[in-house]
């Protein structure tokens, strides 16, 4: 059996995410996931929660909560929304777990073995007030450039300047306010990620399958100007990993925790075993998974992310993998997206432009956001949400080709013959055409869907919902019937098989209204349509269904005009 380790970006812990984050990873990993569950694989989908680091932290005080408190509540909120969206993850983790805590510690004193570690002292600024050291975006002062009085140590937001915290006139601890500031030294781990730059190089290279935008990326972070730097993987923080090298205190880093980016996608391997932990499974079942000498050397591991966390999947978690010594599962394909825009500009967390994923899911079901969203993915550039487009789409592919179709066939066939699949009459010339057409369209799409051509598999997907649309256009059971009502029977009885056909070849895509149609037609057979001729012999003479309510309503241009309204100002 195929096995297929699938992980999406993990979200950072701050905030729900916009509809160009869900895009961008979690949605088409989802989509790639209930394919391949679909067609028999063995899938094992994984995301959770990036939870460590600065911003956790100035959130959390915001809210006047402790850290960890904060962090247990939003992860509360993404793992519902991420429900309703019908993310079909095996596993939600959280980056704070216990395991990624070991795991991520396992992993330093692997790389120290190795010698991919090296102790760099550096100059920082201490706040005495505060008993602390201050990240760069901790400090607060006035803009040397342009006289702004709330710049941050690392750049004024006012004219964009990048800073030093050493640049600003009249420093001040953004947590106290306090102007007791000092230069300390203090030493921090970097990762020797230099001595590895011929190892990725071989390995990126061998990558030939990988989409263009891939690895661009990956090559220009590897060979421009300086090259691939070692970086720090420790930070002068509370909220993190603490230090350890394996199991063992670390001398002269006490106090301190790993770098957020540094334990972030060691979370994709432990939320794998917080996975089979969870299940009470032993460390055999996430291994399989994860370790090419305990059974993860015929898994294909897939990783789908935005473009601007490539940099950190092609280079930075490699070089830990690879840095370890140890035999841990590498990438095989990295699909990457570009953004997605909103209205005419961007999507703004901080300006709160744009849709939310909450705020989606509170004006329209998600199988509407899932069509639209993934029909029109920025996969070859970015790509643009207008509430025109977004009407237009769900009014003609769901509502009028998809909706309609179901509708029609059920109602028709429920008052002319009964609410059950009619017998009589046989296929005759026209039928075999459809066959064959719907035989070359859904080998395109399995095509599609494998290759990860998600606009591609949308747009294959609506021509076959198209190709039966047309089909009762041109047979017309409802003139049909007058005449010939066995031959009237035949074609309905063809439709009312179409229908679970769409049902099972939608359900990726969008799995609410799918499951609600086969609900309607009575049947849990969801089997792949391999052979469509047979496939459209499933439901037999005799099957009773329901009629269906209407699966997808129209969006007025009213309710267009007040979400376009709505959603273009300052999110509360
Ligand atoms: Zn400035």
Request: hydrophobic content about 40%; glycine content about 8%.
């Amino acid at each position: 059996m195929t096995r297929i380790l699938i992980t999406s970006a993990i979200p950072y812990i701050n905030g729900i995410k916009h509809l160009g984050n869900l895009v961008g990873s979690q949605l088409p990993a989802d989509l790639y996931a209930r394919y391949n569950r679909a067609r028999g694989a063995e899938v094992m989908f994984i995301c959770a929660t990036d939870e460590h680091g600065t911003p956790a932290e100035l959130a959390a005080a915001k809210a006047g909560k402790p850290v960890a408190e904060f962090c247990a509540e939003m992860y509360e909120v993404q793992a519902d929304i991420a429900n309703r969206f019908g993310l079909s993850f095996d596993h939600f983790g959280r980056s704070s777990s216990p395991q990624n805590r070991k795991l991520t510690q396992h992993f330093a004193g692997r790389l120290k073995a190795e010698g991919y570690i090296e102790e760099v002292s550096e100059k920082q600024v201490y706040s005495n007030a505060d008993g602390r050291f201050l990240p760069d975006r901790y400090i607060e002062g006035t803009c040397p450039n342009c006289g702004y009085d709330s710049a941050r140590g690392d750049q004024c937001e006012n004219c964009t300047k990048q800073l030093d915290p050493t640049d600003l006139i009249e420093p001040r601890s953004a947590i106290s306010g306090s102007t007791d500031l000092e230069v300390r030294e203090t030493k921090h781990l970097y990762l020797r990620q230099s001595k590895l730059k011929d190892q990725l190089d071989a390995w990126i290279n061998s990558k030939t399958d990988w989409p263009v935008l891939t690895t661009s990326i990956a090559k220009k972070w590897l060979h421009d100007g300086d090259g691939l730097r070692d970086r720090g993987i420790t930070r002068d923080l509370n909220w993190g990993v603490p230090v350890k090298d394996g199991e063992k205190d670390w001398p002269g880093m006490e106090g301190k925790v790993f770098y957020v980016w540094f334990d972030a996608p060691i979370e994709y391997i432990a939320a794998t075993k917080e996975w089979a932990d969870a299940r009470g499974l032993d460390d055999g079942a996430w291994e399989s998974w994860w370790r090419t000498d305990k059974g993860a050397d015929d898994v294909r591991y897939v990783q789908f992310m935005g473009k601007d966390n490539v940099p950190f999947h092609t280079l930075s978690f490699p070089a830990t993998i690879m840095g370890s010594g140890e035999p841990w599962k590498l990438v095989d394909y990295i699909k990457s997206f570009n953004y997605l825009n909103y209205d005419g500009g961007q999507f703004s967390t901080s300006k709160g432009r744009g849709v939310f994923m909450d705020q989606a899911l509170d004006i329209l079901p998600a199988d509407y956001w899932r069509w639209w969203l993934l029909s029109h993915a920025p996969e070859t550039s970015d790509s643009e949400f207008t509430w025109e487009n977004f009407q237009a789409s769900v009014n003609k592919d769901l509502a009028d080709v998809l909706g309609n179709f179901v509708s029609r066939v059920t109602k028709f066939c429920n008052s002319k013959f009964s609410p059950a699949v009619p017998e009589g009459g046989a296929y005759g010339e026209r039928e075999q055409a459809l066959i064959a057409d719907l035989t070359t369209k859904i080998r395109a799409y399995e095509g599609h869907m494998a290759a990860m051509d998600v606009r591609k598999s949308a747009a294959e997907l609506r021509s076959i919902w198209v190709a039966g649309n047309e089909y009762l256009q041109e047979v017309a059971p409802w003139s049909t019937f007058k005449e010939n009502p066995e031959q009237a029977a035949a074609q309905i009885r063809l439709a009312l098989n179409l229908i679970r056909v769409y049902a099972v070849l939608s359900a990726p895509f969008i799995p609410t209204a799918s499951a609600q149609i086969l609900s309607g037609m009575n049947t849990l057979d969801m089997s792949w349509p391999d052979d469509i001729e047979a496939a459209l012999g499933a439901l037999p003479v005799g099957h009773e269904f329901t009629v269906p309510e209407v699966l997808f309503a129209k969006i007025t241009d009213d309710q267009r005009e007040e979400w376009a309204e709505k959603f273009s100002g300052v999110r509360d």
